[in-house]
């Protein structure tokens, strides 16, 4: 038998039991399999319905988002929902400003070819069609209250962590949505007032597909190309 290993010697580390609830394995296959199942129909949506969503479901799912793993556990996010029309507007202006900018002068041939078969463009109506915009922050450190700074560890890694998690829960619960970084996004802090200490990460429109929705007939890599097992 394995000994149970020392907890570390510090007053700080205060575990509790593990809330974990062993499954029978024909149960673990079918969640896996109705999971699978589910997130192949998940697809980036650039045509969004002005219908109104549920406020609480989108609630939920940033709960979700806010359970995911980080380092040291500093959870080094900022959600900032937007519904306001105006504040929409002001953003899919500055975004399609820098998005123009990129197509047609930035932006290398090799990267416009990549994107030739998505049928994107500098014209971004999900931004002021789409109930929700979410603009998720990456906060770089924290400040604590006398004004000391704290911080963070691996916080690229730890926002690309919640925003899967965000993502999957949006669409386990019906909504579609577009992960959108229009480059720059420096712009973002300005229009929506935030701190120097948090940095525009990712942009999410969020709500029902439009009733005329179409997406690029794309397949994606098998699982043999993307897995390694040793």
Known sequence: MTAAPTPPDDPRYRPVPLDFVRLPEDEMRRRADDLLADMRRRRSVRRFSTEPVPRDLVATALEVAGTAPSGAHKQPWRFVVVTDAELKARIRAAAEEEERDFYRARAPQHWLDALAPLGTDEVKTHLTDAPYVIVMFKVRHGVQPDGAI?????????????????????????????????????????????????????????????????????????????????
């Open 150 to 230: 704290e911080k963070h560890y691996y916080a690229t890694e730890s926002c690309g962590i919640a925003a899967g998690f965000l993502i999957a829960a949006l669409h386990r619960v019906g909504l579609a949505t577009l992960p959108h970084t229009p480059s720059p996004m420096a712009f973002l802090s300005e229009v929506l007032g935030r701190p120097a200490e948090e940095q525009p990460f990712l942009v999410l429109p969020v709500g029902y597909p439009a009733p005329d929705a179409e997406v690029p007939d794309l397949g994606r890599k098998p699982l043999d190309d993307i897995v390694v097992w040793h």
